[in-house]
């Protein structure tokens, strides 16, 4: 079974700052990680698909990048709606299933 | 309007069953696989398992195996999640969500499920 760690588990910014949070799996998924972002109270938003493909609506600040077992999202200027909780998740073939690292929480500084 | 609406809050005795609702509308229901993930308070996303609107098959997290059923209704484009034999710790928000090649695009609002004696 594939585990997702994620880290830091909170980062602490101020708006307007770069944020970078990191996803790694404990064996390759390939390119096949998703990250999605909830705020309390509502459901989870899907950001990214595959490593680096932007959701529909999802702001140009927010990118992915990697493959294998090694992800990111970054985040490159902090707006205050984006503070909030990101899980990273990852599909699997064998077993066959879907996998939520632990999340990041990213609050105000 | 494309959305999954969910039914509303439970309560529920330690030992009973509880069946969640998750209706689709804006799209075709049987196109794309409806999958259940929870969430405690304070805690992470636990993915629960999936089903196939239009074959009815499912596949269950082995965490869940034994106590969880996924069925749908086509007729009226809704899926349900069955749990049995609840215990405190299954006290949570439980989401339907729409997958689609292996991320999950659209989601349900959540129904909290409350267990307690």
């Known amino acids: 079974e594939i585990v997702l760690t994620q880290s830091p588990a909170t980062l602490s910014l101020s708006p307007g700052e770069r944020a970078t949070l990191s996803c790694r799996a404990s064996?390759?998924?390939?390119?096949?990680l998703a990250w999605y972002q909830q705020k309390p109270g509502q459901a989870p938003r899907l950001l990214i698909y595959d490593a680096s493909n932007r959701a529909t609506g999802i702001p140009a600040r927010f990118s992915g990048s990697g493959s294998g077992t090694d992800f990111t999202l970054t985040i490159s200027s902090l707006e205050p709606e984006d503070f909030a909780v990101y899980y990273c998740q990852q599909r699997s073939n064998w077993p066959p299933g879907y996998t939520f690292g632990p999340g990041t929480k990213v609050d105000i500084k | 309007q494309v959305q999954l609406v969910q039914s509303g809050a439970e309560v529920k005795k330690p030992g009973a069953s509880v069946k969640v609702s998750c209706k689709a509308s804006g799209y075709t229901f049987t196109s794309y696989d409806i999958n259940w993930v929870r969430q405690a308070t304070g805690q992470g996303l636990e993915w629960m398992g999936w089903?196939?609107?239009?074959?009815?098959?499912?596949g269950y997290a082995q965490k869940f195996q034994g106590r969880v059923t996924m069925t749908r209704n086509t007729s009226i484009s809704t899926a349900y999640m069955e749990l049995s034999s609840l215990r405190s710790e299954d006290t949570a928000v439980y989401y339907c969500?729409?997958?689609?090649?292996?991320?999950?695009?659209?989601w349900g609002r959540g129904t909290l499920v409350t267990v307690s004696s």
């Open positions: 064996q390759s998924v390939s390119s096949y």
């Open positions: 089903m196939n609107p239009n074959s009815g098959n499912t």
């Open positions: 969500a729409r997958a689609r090649i292996g991320y999950f695009d659209l």
